[in-house]
């Protein structure tokens, strides 16, 4: 029977049928394709996040050598390999061989510790605890590893997946790296491909307002919480050096970390301005300049955000902030970027739905409420 209203003719059981046919063998064909691209998955998430925060840069240099996209991307990601690469080749290299050594000195009974520094015992917060071991270990550590054999294989082990796990990472971003060098050097077709899916997807209006937001939300995380994570733990570790705190360079990494996982830097600034008032051997003015320092220093991530978290986004900054830490709190460290992406977005298609609705409420009114133009002209 025929549709008076569309003048179709209605659909068939069989046509029916074979319609849930195809579109099984569709969702069947995309279940094979995301299986074999799984393994994959996280390296090229990675790729394309490396990719769009450095194309600019790569961009630059392209400019540089005469346009030359393939060799502008072949120095950055020779360049990254340099610089993140070799490093920690030698580190590791350096590790194997000390504690190589170090088992080989155990099982001959020659491991001798050298004798613990009094000024451990002034670090912040861990200092005596850890001069304390260090201490029972050196004076007798065949009593020292049988009393705590049970924590040290569970630490040891601890290590061991941690070690593991980072040199997987480690490996992981060099290969993210590579092919994030493949992707700047055809940036342009790719990023014609990638409009074309997202015009298809979204539309040839709204598809390229997508695209944009997207780039600029990963760039705009990528300097916002990366950035400004680094710039405070330099900012820190200098503070750290120059007021002569214990363990500089490792309360500048682990105030790294706590910037990367959106912890305040305080927790780690507070504990060193105690140790300069208690064990400090600088005068009151001196102490009083490097608290001074310190606390805006550790209390800088609150105005560097709001400059740089957000910037050139059309999404408002507490949008991208909390799409970055809801993001790394349910997948982890890529999800600063694909959360904040995801949430801006969304905010976006929301924020214009709603628009539209004020849109159709603005013409209905207009229309009941032609205005004294429309009037004159009527009258005319």
């Known amino acids: 029977?025929?549709?008076?209203?569309?003048?179709?003719?209605?659909?068939?059981?069989?046509?029916?049928?074979?319609?849930?046919?195809?579109?099984?063998l569709i969702m069947f064909l995309v279940l094979l394709c995301f299986r074999v691209f799984s393994p994959f998955m996280s390296l090229m998430i990675w790729a394309v996040i490396l990719a769009v925060t450095l194309y600019p840069v790569h961009q630059f240099l392209a400019s540089r050598l005469g346009g030359k996209q393939g060799r502008a991307a072949t120095f950055l990601v020779l360049s990254g390999l340099m610089l993140v690469g070799v490093p920690i080749v030698l580190l590791s290299a350096s590790m194997a061989q000390y504690l190589a050594g170090t088992v080989e000195a155990y099982n001959a009974g020659t491991l001798n510790l050298r004798p613990p520094n009094e000024k451990v015992a002034e670090w912040p917060v861990i200092g005596e605890d850890v001069y304390n071991a260090w201490d029972a270990a050196y004076t007798n550590l065949p009593a020292f590893i049988a009393e705590n054999r049970a924590g040290l294989e569970t630490f040891m082990a601890k290590m061991l997946a941690s070690a593991k796990a980072t040199a997987g990472s480690v490996l992981g971003f060099l290969g993210s790296l590579i092919v994030a060098g493949i992707m700047m050097a055809y940036g342009k077709s790719g990023s014609e491909a990638v409009l074309r899916i997202l015009n298809r997807v979204a539309g040839p209006v709204q598809g390229p307002a997508v695209h944009t937001l997207s780039t600029m939300t990963t760039r705009s995380v990528a300097v916002g919480v990366l950035g400004v994570a680094l710039i405070q733990a330099l900012l820190l570790g200098m503070g750290f050096i120059f007021a002569g705190v214990p363990a500089a360079g490792p309360l500048a990494v682990l105030t790294l970390f706590l910037g990367i996982m959106q912890l305040p830097a305080l927790l780690v600034s507070l504990p060193a301005i105690l140790w300069i008032w208690n064990s400090g051997d600088a005068s009151t003015v001196m102490n009083i300049v490097w608290t001074v320092y310190l606390l805006v220093a550790g209390a800088s991530d609150g105005f560097l955000k709001p400059i740089l978290l957000g910037r050139g986004v059309d999404a408002p900054m507490p949008v991208i902030l909390i799409g970055a830490l809801g993001g790394m709190v349910s997948s982890g460290f890529i999800g600063l970027f694909t959360g904040a992406v995801i949430l801006a977005v969304g905010y976006q298609i929301f924020m214009q739905w709603v628009d539209w609705q004020d849109e159709k409420a603005e013409a209905a009114a207009a229309a009941a409420d032609p205005g004294p133009e429309a009037a004159e002209k009527a009258t005319e």
């Open 1 to 24: 029977m025929e549709d008076p209203a569309t003048g179709n003719q209605p659909m068939t059981a069989r046509e029916f049928t074979d319609s849930l046919i195809r579109i099984a």
